[in-house]
């Protein structure tokens, strides 16, 4: 298909990249018996090196990869607004949950996902729509008409 850009170079790389049952062998020579004694763990000689070789097989085509990549900035961007801000809830949820306790964080977010998602509106509205935060106005607008009522009734 002579459209399409995606290299053959990632099959290769997804295909060198294959190594769980190397990974297996390299956890079960972990378990050890009394001070590493013989066991699972000369398993790890030939394991190792083949799971480097197969890291490097698949690094390369990568490489080439990355020389050739054509970054669509612009339709990036586009991409990120098609999605009203969604694509930031998890990032949101992560510096709320830094100031917060972390499930209370993901909570707020996502009940803030789904009415931005239910209106069609921006997820930055959802979290904080101007409209609804009035911060200390009220008592400010209190505050005020306290200090008139005062001065009227003198």
Not at 24 to 36: D, F, I, K, N
Request: proline fraction near 4%; include cysteine.
């Amino acid at each position: 298909m002579p459209h399409k850009r995606n290299p053959v170079g990632c099959a290769a790389a997804l295909a060198a990249a294959r190594v769980p049952g190397l990974v297996a062998t390299m956890l079960s020579g972990m378990v050890q018996e009394h001070e590493r004694a013989l066991g699972g763990w000369q398993a790890e000689w030939d394991t190792l090196p083949e799971i480097a070789a197969l890291t490097s097989a698949a690094l390369e085509p990568l490489r080439e990869i990355a020389q050739g990549l054509d970054v669509g900035a612009a339709r990036m961007h586009e991409n990120i607004g098609a999605t009203h801000g969604l694509v930031m809830a998890e990032a949101v949820m992560l510096a709320l949950g830094r100031k917060i306790d972390r499930m209370e964080a993901h909570h707020a977010v996502e009940a803030a996902s789904k009415a931005a998602a239910t209106s069609g509106g921006a997820l930055r509205y959802a979290l904080l729509d101007p409209a609804r935060y009035l911060g200390q106005a009220g008592q400010f607008v209190d505050a005020v008409l306290a200090a008139h009522a005062g001065a009227t009734r003198k």
